[in-house]
């Protein structure tokens, strides 16, 4: 009977540190920006008798105004509250802006969720050109580190802030 210590980090089926690379938007902290924006919108006085709204939809927030000023308006209002709720502004995907009738107008905005394909194997290539002794694997919409030592991944941790900053990331799931 084998003990515990017996164990060689090396054998096969042995599982290595790893940890998750994901970018995803907290839904609840959206939500509440929402939700403190419209009260905003509601009490401001140059949005008086104006249809202004944003509604919530799974990943994707939709607003409306009177007029492009006041849409762009809504929006800067929008994007103080997720800041201030510490929602990252990349996370959204502006759409353009549409008329829907007079000077009425709506923007679509998109929640990004998830690492797209192309900044997945971005990610992959920095790891793999560092030269650092860890594997990097696309897994769906996150991508997965592992490697021997605590410390290269670590390090894989600190290259990867230094060089992806157009992208919100969160670093998720450390094993050891």
């Given at each position: 009977?084998?003990s515990?210590?017996?164990?060689?980090?090396?054998?096969?089926?042995?599982?290595?540190p790893?940890?998750?690379i994901?970018?995803e938007a907290?839904?609840?902290?959206?939500?509440?920006?929402?939700?403190?924006?419209?009260?905003?919108?509601?009490t401001?006085?140059d949005?008086?008798?104006?249809?202004?709204?944003?509604?919530?939809?799974?990943h994707?927030l939709t607003?409306y105004?009177?007029?492009?000023?006041?849409?762009?308006?809504?929006?800067?209002?929008?994007?103080a509250?997720?800041?201030?709720r510490s929602?990252?502004?990349?996370?959204?995907d502006?759409?353009?802006?549409?008329?829907?009738?007079?000077?009425?107008a709506?923007?679509?905005?998109?929640?990004?969720?998830?690492?797209?394909?192309?900044?997945?194997?971005?990610i992959?290539?920095?790891?793999?050109?560092?030269?650092?002794?860890?594997?990097?694997?696309?897994?769906?919409?996150?991508v997965?580190?592992?490697g021997?030592?605590?410390?290269d991944?670590q390090?894989?941790?600190?290259?990867?802030?230094?060089?992806?900053?157009?992208?919100p990331l969160?670093?998720?799931?450390?094993?050891?």
């Open positions: 009977m084998l515990r210590y017996n164990f060689l980090p090396t054998q096969a089926g042995a599982l290595m790893s940890f998750d994901v970018s907290n839904l609840v902290e959206v939500r509440n920006a929402v939700d403190q924006a419209m009260k905003e919108i509601g401001r006085f949005f008086k008798g104006a249809d202004a709204r944003v509604e919530h939809k799974e994707e607003a105004a009177d007029s492009e000023f006041q849409l762009n308006q809504v929006r800067d209002v929008l994007t509250k997720l800041s201030k929602v990252d502004v990349r996370f959204l502006l759409g353009k802006i549409e008329k829907i009738g007079g000077d009425r709506k923007q679509v905005i998109k929640i990004k969720n998830g690492i797209d394909g192309d900044l997945a194997k971005k992959v290539r920095t790891v793999k050109d560092s030269k650092v002794k860890v594997q990097a694997s696309i897994q769906g919409d996150a997965r580190i592992s021997a030592k605590r410390d991944l390090a894989t941790i600190a290259l990867i802030k230094k060089t992806v900053t157009d992208t969160e670093f998720k799931n450390f094993r050891d």
